[in-house]
């Protein structure tokens, strides 16, 4: 199976900082999805297909990347974008999750 | 709207059987496939199996062994067990909803299980 490793495992911003995590595949994949989970709830899909965002996302996020190694970037943190994140392939099979970047606000 | 939601009991015995219901509304099952998905507390969630809209069921070799997944589209529900449980798969379990492109696009608010004695 695919192994996602995902970097940082946990982060701090501040308000107006530019964030970027960053999900590296163990073998080639066509796309990374991304979902964004808070404490106590489900996640939540946020990214797919690489760089599309889910209905909802604020525009503020933005998904690129190739091959073994994609990222999320926020282009200016804001309170509300504190919470975990978890990259997922889907292009092999099992699909399969990144242990996750979780993100705090400084 | 979409809703899916799981059931099942919070506490089960290590070496007993895990029986959870996934009870969906808004869609159809014969339409779209549903997913189990488990998070262990604190780490990233893994994909156990899935039941595919036409019936058809797949699963992760790491639980094929121990997992079935099953449904009844008259009471728009899905199924799982899992047997032989030990403490490692303590954790909250999800069903999720997968559509044609969009794999996991809604979840359930999970069920969690505890495996202890």
């Known amino acids: 199976e695919i192994v996602l490793t995902q970097s940082p495992t946990t982060m701090a911003a501040s308000p107006g900082e530019k964030v970027t995590i960053t999900c590296r595949a163990s073998s080639s994949v066509s796309y990374m999805h991304w979902f964004q989970q808070k404490s106590g709830t489900s996640p939540k899909p946020w990214i797919y297909?690489?760089?599309k965002l889910a209905s909802g996302v604020p525009d503020r996020f933005s998904g690129s990347g190739s091959g073994t190694s994609y990222s999320l970037t926020i282009s200016s943190m804001e309170a509300e974008d504190a919470a975990t994140y978890y990259c997922l392939q889907r292009s092999s099979y099992p699909p399969t999750f990144g242990a996750g970047t979780k993100l705090e606000l400084k | 709207q979409v809703q899916l939601k799981e059931s099942g009991p919070g506490l089960v015995q290590p070496s007993e059987t895990l029986s959870l219901t996934c009870t969906v509304s808004g869609f159809s099952l014969t339409s779209y496939s549903v997913s189990w998905v488990r998070q262990p507390s604190g780490k990233g969630p893994e994909w156990m199996g899935r039941m595919w809209y036409d019936g058809d069921t797949a699963y992760n070799s790491a639980l094929k062994s121990r997992l079935s997944i099953s449904r009844d589209t008259s009471k728009n529900q899905v199924f799982l067990k899992m047997n032989s449980l030990q403490t490692d798969d303590t954790g909250t379990y999800y069903c999720?909803?997968?559509?044609?492109?969009?794999?996991?696009?809604?979840w359930g608010q999970g069920v969690m299980v505890t495996v202890s004695s």
């Open positions: 297909d690489t760089s």
């Open positions: 999720t909803r997968d559509g044609p492109g969009r794999d996991f696009d809604y």
